[in-house]
């Protein structure tokens, strides 16, 4: 091996040693979850039943031409209130430890990193969700996630909630996907708004997963699965309603539905793993690419410096001309081949 094949084999073993990532995002209620977060202990807590504090929350909205998850979130405050039972971050990451899965959630995270680990391939999980950020975070799946994106509210000094800081719903869901693939995680960096060529994000768009269940998913389902990415919908699977997702996928929303069974033989698990196959693939051939690109721009680097010299012959000083062709010999000199 000459001196330039053995430069380019460890550039090649530096490209080679890249992981690819792979990110797949989640909605939470009804999509890891069979029910909305704050039903299974936090609403029947005010002694109150679900349906009656969803009528309540959704007639408010309505009347007011308000966000429904603001109009929860004010709902929320009032019975608290009224209760005379102040709402604390602990009492709702509390609340979270109560918080039903689907079957197969709790273990599906190890399986498919695991996976995704043989195929050469880093994965990582984010919540992307309406419902509120510290029930997810007392859940017994919290630690999964890199990041948990939900509405949260806003605390006094002693912990009591006091007003709406994030409520994240429909279109603003999208912008954490940007979040994820520019690799800017920090909710309030506008860092996201700038443009970032495709090969300098940290997640490519067509590297991206989002599972979800409903409307509120849909802006982030077609993002995703525009740029390449793949959308799941589910439906649980008990009820088996499955009109949503049949509608979705005829509107062109998803690449995939399925029940929302995670377990390991389940149907998601299976297009989860042909997902994951088709990115290592794809990005094999990525790398195989960006390793012919490396002389090749060093070729063309030649050339252009050639065509400058041959362009302007009479403008350039001796000296100029010298430097020039010391540049162009510095380039011969680390691209491999006969190139004469
Ligand atoms: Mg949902």
Same mark, same amino acid.
């Given at each position: 091996?000459?001196?330039?094949?053995?430069? &380019? #084999? $460890?550039?090649?073993?530096d490209i080679?040693?890249q992981?690819?990532?792979?990110a797949i995002?989640y909605?939470?209620?009804?999509?890891?979850?069979?029910?909305?977060m704050?039903?299974f202990?936090?609403?029947p807590?005010?002694?109150?039943? @679900?349906?009656?504090?969803?009528g309540?929350?959704? $007639?408010?909205?309505k009347?007011?031409l308000?966000?429904?998850?603001?109009?929860?979130?004010?709902?929320?405050?009032?019975?608290?209130?009224?209760?005379?039972k102040?709402?604390?971050?602990?009492y709702?990451?509390e609340?979270?430890?109560?918080?039903?899965?689907?079957?197969g *959630?709790?273990?599906?995270?190890?399986?498919m990193?695991?996976?995704?680990?043989? $195929?050469?391939?880093?994965?990582?999980? &984010?919540i992307?969700?309406?419902?509120?950020k510290?029930?997810? /975070?007392?859940?017994?799946?919290?630690?999964?996630? $890199?990041?948990i &994106?939900?509405?949260?509210y806003? &605390? #006094?000094?002693?912990?009591?909630?006091k007003w709406?800081? !994030?409520?994240?719903n429909?279109t603003?869901k999208?912008?954490f996907?940007?979040?994820?693939?520019?690799g800017f995680?920090?909710e309030?960096?506008? =860092? *996201?708004?700038?443009?970032?060529p495709?090969?300098?994000? =940290?997640?490519?768009?067509e590297n991206i997963?989002y599972?979800?269940d409903?409307?509120?998913?849909?802006?982030?389902?077609?993002?995703?699965?525009?740029?390449? %990415?793949?959308?799941i919908?589910?439906?649980?699977p *008990? @009820?088996?309603?499955?009109? +949503?997702?049949?509608?979705l996928?005829?509107d %062109?929303?998803?690449?995939?539905?399925?029940?929302?069974?995670y377990?390991?033989?389940?149907?998601?698990?299976?297009?989860? @793993? !042909?997902?994951?196959?088709?990115i290592?693939?794809?990005?094999?051939?990525?790398?195989?690419?960006?390793i012919?690109? !490396?002389?090749?721009?060093?070729?063309?680097? +030649?050339?252009?410096?050639e065509?400058?010299?041959k362009?302007?012959?009479?403008?350039?000083?001796a000296? /100029?001309?010298?430097e020039?062709?010391?540049?162009?010999?510095?380039l011969?000199? *680390?691209?491999? %081949?006969?190139?004469?």
């Amino acid at each position: 091996m000459n001196k330039r094949e053995e430069l &380019y #084999s $460890k550039i090649n073993a530096d490209i080679r040693a890249q992981k690819p990532r792979m990110a797949i995002c989640y909605d939470f209620d009804k999509t890891l979850s069979p029910d909305d977060m704050q039903t299974f202990t936090l609403i029947p807590s005010f002694g109150i039943d @679900k349906d009656e504090f969803w009528g309540s929350s959704n $007639k408010l909205a309505k009347d007011n031409l308000m966000d429904n998850n603001l109009a929860w979130m004010h709902e929320l405050i009032r019975y608290s209130e009224f209760k005379s039972k102040s709402l604390k971050r602990e009492y709702f990451r509390e609340t979270g430890a109560d918080i039903k899965l689907y079957r197969g *959630v709790k273990t599906w995270f190890k399986r498919m990193n695991d996976y995704a680990e043989k $195929k050469g391939i880093e994965l990582e999980h &984010y919540i992307i969700s309406s419902g509120l950020k510290e029930i997810i /975070e007392g859940s017994e799946i919290a630690a999964n996630f $890199k990041r948990i &994106y939900a509405s949260t509210y806003l &605390y #006094s000094a002693d912990g009591v909630a006091k007003w709406p800081a !994030q409520a994240i719903n429909y279109t603003n869901k999208t912008q954490f996907i940007f979040c994820i693939a520019k690799g800017f995680l920090e909710e309030y960096d506008e =860092r *996201v708004n700038d443009s970032m060529p495709e090969e300098k994000l =940290r997640i490519p768009y067509e590297n991206i997963v989002y599972i979800g269940d409903s409307a509120t998913d849909i802006p982030c389902m077609r993002l995703v699965k525009s740029k390449g %990415g793949y959308s799941i919908g589910v439906f649980d699977p *008990v @009820k088996d309603n499955r009109s +949503k997702v049949y509608q979705l996928f005829n509107d %062109g929303r998803l690449s995939f539905y399925a029940p929302a069974d995670y377990s390991s033989n389940s149907e998601i698990s299976k297009f989860m @793993k !042909q997902i994951i196959d088709e990115i290592s693939a794809k990005e094999s051939i990525k790398t195989e690419c960006k390793i012919l690109k !490396q002389p090749a721009e060093a070729f063309k680097m +030649k050339k252009s410096i050639e065509d400058i010299s041959k362009a302007y012959p009479g403008k350039m000083s001796a000296k /100029e001309k010298r430097e020039l062709n010391s540049l162009t010999e510095a380039l011969e000199s *680390v691209i491999p %081949g006969n190139i004469e």
